[in-house]
């Protein structure tokens, strides 16, 4: 059976390349979800792909992935800082979470150095700007085990 990874972004992500590029770069949310796309393919998982700036959007998203992906990749964006409703859904979620921040948020201001949804993430990358989207695909494809040779290192 082919593994199912859900990638989902919170608020603001939709501004990426043209909001604080100092911060969060030039690349638009467009081209990470095209990387996604393209690395989900060579590691034959399926993929999809959301980003809402709603809450309660992104909470439904979660509730879905119960019954439609193995693994959720999540950017929560500032709902990291703050929604302990998304992180009573990720609780829910049966399978790895892996959360993705683009800035290193450990260096960042007070406001952004800790994130509540990091207590439910098996993983947590940051700081790798939008390479860190693959690399929190290439650790989700790992923890289900559906990591092709071809992409994985070593094990350990």
Same mark, same amino acid.
């Given at each position: 059976m082919t593994a199912r990874l859900a990638i989902l972004n919170g608020p603001n992500l939709n501004l990426l %390349? /043209? +909001?604080?590029?100092? &911060?969060? %770069? !030039? !690349? !638009?949310?467009a081209a990470i979800e095209a990387g996604? +796309?393209?690395f989900a #393919?060579? $590691?034959g998982v399926a993929l999809a792909f959301h980003q809402s700036n709603d809450e309660g959007?992104? &909470?439904?998203?979660?509730?879905? $992935?119960?019954?439609?992906?193995?693994? &959720?990749?999540i950017n929560p964006a500032a709902l990291s800082f703050t929604s302990v409703a998304l992180l009573d859904a990720l609780k829910a979620f049966g399978g790895? =979470? /892996?959360? =993705?921040? &683009?800035?290193?948020?450990? $260096? +960042?201001?007070?406001l952004h150095r800790r994130s509540i949804v990091s207590g439910v993430a098996r993983c947590v990358i940051c700081g790798a700007g939008p390479y860190g989207y693959i690399l929190g695909l290439q650790a989700a $494809? #790992?923890?289900l085990g559906a990591l092709p040779a071809s992409l994985a290192a070593r094990a350990f």
């Open positions: %390349g /043209v +909001r604080e590029p100092h &911060i969060y %770069g !030039t !690349t !638009t949310l996604c +796309r393209d #393919q060579a $590691a959007v992104l &909470i439904d998203l979660v509730h879905r $992935a119960r019954e439609e992906a193995d693994a &959720i990749l790895p =979470v /892996v959360e =993705v921040h &683009i800035s290193n948020i450990h $260096a +960042r201001d007070e $494809a #790992q923890m």
